[in-house]
Nanobody, 115 residues
């Protein structure tokens, strides 16, 4: 089982930026998928961005052009740069790592965007 630790959340005004980081306890290339999800109050958890096998990236339509997922192999981290933040981006952001047999989650980090 992998440990995933998120950091970088906080309170920001609309139009601002935040950078989230997810540190994994083993090589990020041991996973077929590494992703960021978010969950807003009263809503289901949704995919925000992901890396999949073959270096493919995927983004939710709502964040395309504003968010960028990246990774640092030397640090075993997956990052999410969030620009032009909107109040509807508010929620708890979770790091997710998947293999064929398992899926692990971090504890989450709160992002609050004020209008």
């Amino acid at each position: 089982q992998v440990q995933l630790v998120e950091s970088g959340g906080g309170l920001v005004q609309a139009g601002g930026s935040l950078r989230l980081s997810c540190a994994a306890s083993r090589s990020i290339f041991s996973f077929g998928v590494m992703a960021w999800y978010r969950q807003a109050p009263g809503k289901q958890r949704e995919l925000v961005a992901s890396f999949t096998t073959g270096d493919n990236t995927n983004y939710a339509d709502s964040v395309k052009g504003r968010f960028t997922i990246s990774r640092d192999a030397a640090k075993n981290t997956v990052n999410l740069q969030m620009n032009s933040l909107k109040p509807e981006d508010t929620g708890v952001y979770y790091c997710n790592a998947q293999t064929f047999l398992s899926a692990d989650w971090g504890q989450g980090t709160q992002v609050t965007v004020s209008s």
